[in-house]
């Protein structure tokens, strides 16, 4: 688990000696990402600021016949950012706005901005970047784009594929290319829109030109309160039935709501079965009137309580309550593994109701937040990391959830990615031939398979198991 | 049996009756050396058959549809349960979905507010050099699982192999639309109008009026129409304030219309940037190019008119150079021999595209990508 002394002196060559990192307390910092449940250590992590930088680095990986894999914030949830014994390129550094052009409504910027930051940017023009996953105050553009990361407000925006114009990228090979560019709606095949997704295994993105879309004049945040988890589900199928497509139509649970309200004290109401956090934007009269109806049928379907939000800051406190509500789970339980799968919108309230079902069957605890409008859930399951079989028994109850979702019609995931995470579960999903074509492309355009090797497709003995902790030598410091 | 009828003036047509015989006329194919596709290819398809039933379960808000189905009859099937597919297209005549994706017709009056049909695919199925059936993504609004192959094979002609099924996003029918139309003797009164919408005159608490926008036309007829969503009192009001090319037509449609179709034959698509696209369209108008153009995201296409020698080799150059010097760039259209001097896609996609062609289809069994 070290890089040959030939590549450490080609590696800092690359990007200067002092951001080459190869000792043991520096790579056991980059051993897990979101997901700590998958651990590995890399033998070495630089910090390239340029595509030149960056270019340089592939070339040495290649040269030396090592792996690496393009880390941005580390905040994945489905383990794509480690690499086990290769180089992590540490993309921190490579944070710049490059240019914001409010008139053609759109930013270029380095893969390492933050991705709440790039909207702060852009906010004094009118303007935003549309996706806004709960994590967007440390994850980052290049993870967004490799993860084709979604958010509440991707519900009527769309995900980040709907939000990518141009990147500039290096490729698996080291060539460094660029697709697309400023123009909008260009049609045609589109090999930049397909890299959107593929999780750092066939480029790695050093630039990208984003769409910028008008901050919504005129906003409604409201929440409704339900003593039955079914009323919620229902209420999100007849807002939708209704012909109005919310900014955002969200659905936390009860567990959930405890844990926010124990840590955040947002006002949710502690003894609800579920909430709904349901947003309207965009004309001021159509909103007025649409926010009528959706009161009426979340009071139809089994509201007992319905509020808006009466101010910025009481809006500003639901949406913190929803953003933190994973992190919240912390607070509560000494370890959790949150989740993500997809199921038809109509099967919400099915899919809920086996998810309680299956956490009994493992004796564990689960809170759910689903991206409701989406049929996205997000089911965050409670362990015991101490316990022996504790983090065995989170595995397996998120295994038969997923399963459970694909017997519904939906999918292993909606915005984290398959990764190390669900990658022997992609079977269940495709079949053979599905997975034979995916991988032909994946291997014509990573032949070495060096770049982030051993996620997305099941590889069998090819790759290692990397689940479980990493250990230091004892002594170590960190 | 795959079928095989003959076309008056062209190579020998396939025209399988299920995906079965796709498969099959893959397999066929494969064993006796002859490519298929279009337009290039030794034999090319007709999907026309394809057409099992349109999957749609209105709250899942998402329509499965083998490719035969025309694009109207997708919209009329989601239309009837309250829901809209934003796509569109000015192509001339009606489009089967095999059709609509094979050259990418997506680029409407929709884009700036719903971008193109990649946007909205959620599962493509298609038909590997194989012979074997391959999917990717799911039937549900939002998916990351695997690699997403569909905007790989959007626009590429089949030429990756014969798409048979799509499961594309549907999203509410916006209530209370407006269609609204303005016609001026040049186009600069007219952009002047989508400029003041986009910027200082929007309505209050509106940021973007449009659900859909086009300014057309060519000598001294020229005309911005498009749908929005505001009430009608303001939509009316605010069109007149906004025009100074006398008071708009303002009329209410219950279904969101579709774009009107071109009154000619397309010949390319141009992107530039929307700050740009005054230069561009005032340029084409010097040179009496027919056009649609959608301001918002700074494209358009160039049509023939309705007769093709009124577009002239000559004309379309001296406007590529203008199209050129405004970073603009230009994309054949249905096969059309455009002249050497336009400028065209200055990024990496035509040639990565071609190594992925050559992984997917290395014996060229599909024809040939089409020109970029
Ligand atoms: C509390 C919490 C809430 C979250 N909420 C959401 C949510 O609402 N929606 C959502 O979609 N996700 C969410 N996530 C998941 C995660 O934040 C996203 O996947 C995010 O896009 C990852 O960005 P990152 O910069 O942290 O990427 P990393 O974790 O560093 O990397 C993720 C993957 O992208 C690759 N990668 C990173 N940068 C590049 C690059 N420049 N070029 C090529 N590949 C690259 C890596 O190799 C890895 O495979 C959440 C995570 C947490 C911890």
Known sequence: MTLSPSLVRQLRRAVGAEHVDTGLAETQLFASDGLTLHQARPAGVVYPTSTAEVAAVVAACLAADTPFVARGAGTGLSGGAISDGGVIIQLSRMNQVLDIRPEDRYAVVQPGVVNSYLSLQTRPYGL????????????????????????????????TVNHVLGQKVVLATGRVASFGGPWHAATGPAFGSFLVGSEGTIAITTEVTVRLVPTPAHVITMLATYEAVGGATDSVSAILAAGILPAALEFIDKLCIQAVEAHLKVGFPTSAAAVLLIELD???????????????????????????????????????????????IGKISPAYYTNDGVVPRSRLTDILTQIYRIGKNYRLQVGNICHAGDGNIHPVILFDPDTADGADRAFACSADIL????????????????????????????????????????????????????KVLPEGARCGEVRGQATLPEGTWI | ???????????????????????????????????????????????????????????????????????????????????????????????????????????????????????????????????????????????????????????????????????????????????????????????????QSAQAQRPEGNSNPWVALRLSGAGDRWSLEGLTQLSPDIAKSWADATTRSGPATVDRCAQPADEPALEGRPLLSAHCLPSRLRAVIAAAAEQHLPLVAYPGVGALIVHDGGRGESVQDRALTAWGAVLAAQEGWVRPLAGATLPAGLPRRPDDNAAQLAEVKSILDPDGLFGPMPEL
Request: glycine share 10%; proline share 7%.
């Open chain 1, 282 to 328: 965009g004309d001021k009269a159509l909103n007025s009137g649409q926010a009528v109806t959706v009161e009426a049928l979340c009071r139809d379907n089994g509201a007992s309580d319905f509020r808006r939000a009466r101010s910025a800051e009481e809006r500003q406190r639901l949406w913190l309550g929803r953003k933190h509500a994973a992190g919240a």
């Open chain 1, 403 to 454: 399963t459970a979702c694909l017997e519904m019609g939906g999918s292993l995931t909606g915005e984290h990615g398959i990764g190390l995470e669900k990658r022997d579960l992609m079977p269940r999903m495709y079949t053979p031939a599905d997975l034979e074509q995916m991988r032909r492309l994946r291997d014509g355009l990573n032949p070495a398979g060096l770049l982030n090797p051993c």
């Open chain 1, 128 to 159: 935003e970047f549309a996706p806004d996953p709960s994590s967007q105050a440390a994850c980052t553009i290049g993870g967004n784009v490799a993860e084709n990361a979604g958010g509440p407000h991707t519900l009527k925006q769309g995900v």
């Open chain 2, 1 to 195: 049996m795959t079928s095989v009828a003959t076309r008056p003036g062209s190579g020998p047509v396939i025209q399988p009756a299920d995906r079965q015989q796709v498969a099959e006329g893959v397999r066929q194919a494969r064993q006796t050396g002859v490519s298929l596709g279009a337009p290039a290819a030794d034999q090319s398809w007709d999907f026309s058959a394809l057409t099992a039933e349109v999957l749609l379960n209105p709250p899942d808000m998402i329509l499965t549809a083998e490719t035969g189905h025309t694009l109207a009859h997708l919209k009329s099937t989601a239309a009837a349960s309250g829901l809209w597919l934003p796509l569109d297209s000015c192509h001339p005549g009606p489009l089967s979905l095999a059709q609509y994706l094979a050259e990418d017709w997506s680029l409407s009056w929709l884009s700036q507010t719903y971008g193109t049909l990649r946007d909205w695919v959620m599962e493509l199925s298609a038909i590997n050099d194989r012979g074997e059936p391959v999917r990717s993504g799911a039937r549900v609004v939002k998916n990351v699982a695997g690699y997403h192959l569909a905007p790989l094979y959007i626009g590429a002609r089949h030429a990756l192999g014969p798409v048979v099924e799509v499961s594309l996003r549907l999203i509410p029918s916006p209530a209370g639309l407006q269609r609204v139309r303005w016609s001026a003797s040049n186009p600069n009164p007219l952009l002047d109008i989508w400029l």
